[in-house]
């Protein structure tokens, strides 16, 4: 059986640069693996058979079943059950979903002892984060996500997650984009200095989501949070939305400012940034 855990991200920066005549968007990130997690188990089947199992609805086809289908066919091994307890919410920007893609892939990988980088291609066409979710920890990700430079650092930043009870479309919110572009750009180069050196004031500065607007007018209700938010401090976007997050000083600061959202009727955790993307609990076959 094997357990692990796989870490929730934040989009420190994201820049849309382009849209491509496929419909997709050149991208130009700064993501950072962070402290909420969902928990994956996978254990080995004696057939061909594949099952998903989670504790969330995340439908019969899910990116860890395609994800654990398209490895089998591609090195012809076998079935197993997957369970997935959820703990990175939904449609909410933070990589839930590729985050258990990437934790199957990089699970079976090793299990069937398959350099990741022959895994990386199957990565590529379940999901523009899944390959930087494979790594996690510090990085920039352009293109549709097939570019990933990670970085090394082994900077602690505290941040607070704010965590609307609603997602939203990623689609929806890209094709919105596309009505009325805002090509405003964060400076990537001077965000992941600021990060290498804990430099939170300029982190703050820097840190920047180019659909932020757009989600906003998609989802005015995701405004109104940000209204009652921003008073803390610095407030971003992540991913396509709904979550926000703020950077904070210390983790006693992230867990009082947490605490003083949520007495604003706004769902908010402490959380921290984590040097890796996936992390094994147990690995025994």
């Not at 357990?3 to 991200?9: E, I, M, Q, T």
């Not at 893609?101 to 379940?126: C, F, M, Q, R, S």
Request: glycine share 8%; charged share 25%; aromatic share 8%.
């Amino acid at each position: 059986m094997i357990k692990l855990r796989v870490y929730a991200k934040l989009n420190l920066a994201l820049n849309v640069l382009s849209r491509e005549q496929d419909g997709y968007h050149q991208l130009d990130m700064v993501n950072q693996s962070i402290s909420l997690f969902d928990e994956i188990r996978i254990v080995p089947r004696p057939d061909e058979r594949i099952s998903v199992h989670c504790d969330k609805n995340i439908g019969v086809i899910n990116t860890a079943w395609t994800s654990a289908s398209e490895f089998a066919k591609k090195f012809g091994t076998g079935g197993c059950d997957i369970t997935i307890k959820k703990g990175i919410p939904m449609k909410g920007g933070l990589g839930g979903s590729s985050a258990d893609a990437a934790g199957v892939l990089v699970a079976l990988a090793k299990w069937h002892n398959v350099p990741l980088e022959d895994v990386y291609p199957i990565a590529e066409t379940v999901g523009s984060d899944v390959k930087y979710m494979m790594t996690g920890g510090l990085a920039r990700v352009c293109g549709k996500g097939e570019q990933v430079q990670t970085i090394e650092s082994d900077s602690l930043i505290y941040f607070v997650v704010v965590m609307p009870e609603f997602g939203l479309s990623t689609r929806k919110v890209f094709e919105t984009f596309d009505q009325n572009p805002d090509f405003n750009f964060a400076n990537n180069d001077e965000l992941i200095k600021a990060v290498k050196n804990e430099d939170l004031a300029q982190i703050r500065d820097n840190v920047h989501n180019g659909l932020q607007q757009t989600a906003f007018k998609t989802e005015p209700k995701l405004k109104d949070i940000f209204d009652k938010v921003i008073k803390f401090g610095k407030t971003c976007m992540t991913g396509s939305g709904s979550c926000l997050f703020l950077v904070a000083d210390s983790l006693g600061d992230s867990q009082y400012i947490a605490d003083q959202i949520c007495k604003q009727g706004v769902f908010a955790v402490p959380a921290e940034s984590r040097a890796f993307g996936i992390e094994f609990v147990e690995f025994k076959i």
